[in-house]
């Protein structure tokens, strides 16, 4: 499912309230479930409120996603972001050729200006399918992993980035370290 052609009435940015099936895992396990929930979500995008809707009284009219489930906070613990078009696909071969031939040149094309641009699509990717915080690798380009800080902070979604760092196989114009 798109959800952005979908459901096009979904908020690009905090705040919003939305009301659907909610489930999430407990600290002290097990599992929450509200078959008619809503959350709040503020302007810094934290999650303000959990409630049935029967008991919801806030201010704000929840936007009806029903059925769908949301799980709120979800953190994915490994991307990079360089490779996000290349989410999915895959190869017949050996890895080290789909490095080469796949990998590297999208990671090249994840530098400068441009990539601004692409953090800022790739983190609403995220966003949509209920991420709220992501753990990534940038390419090895410094102005490339300070667009994608900047991207994260104009979006407020929460990440843990840093920049790829490498001494052997590069995909720039770097020597390789001991040569």
């Not at 809503?38 to 303000?48: E, L």
Request: hydrophobic share 45%; aromatic share 6%; charged share 20%.
């Amino acid at each position: 499912m798109n959800f952005r052609s979908e459901l096009p009435h979904l908020p690009l940015k905090p705040p919003f309230v939305l009301r659907a099936r909610l489930m999430s895992a407990l600290t002290g396990g097990g599992l929450f479930f509200e078959p008619d929930g809503v959350i709040s979500v503020d302007a810094a995008g934290r999650i303000s409120g959990i409630s049935a809707a029967r008991s919801y009284s806030g201010a704000t009219t929840p936007i009806d996603v029903r059925p769908l489930v949301i799980c709120p906070g979800l953190i994915d613990t490994h991307a990079h972001l360089p490779q996000m078009p290349l989410t999915g696909t895959s190869a017949p071969g050996a890895l080290m050729d789909w490095l080469e031939k796949e990998m590297a040149p999208a990671e090249r094309r994840f530098a400068g200006g441009g990539s601004l641009r692409a953090a800022e699509s790739y983190l609403q990717i995220f966003a949509s399918v209920g991420t709220t915080t992501v753990t990534l690798y940038s390419s090895v380009d410094a102005e490339a992993t300070d667009a994608g800080f900047r991207a994260a902070a104009a979006h407020g979604i929460r990440i843990v980035l840093g920049q790829c760092l490498m001494d052997r196989m590069r995909y720039d114009d770097a020597p390789e370290a001991g040569a």
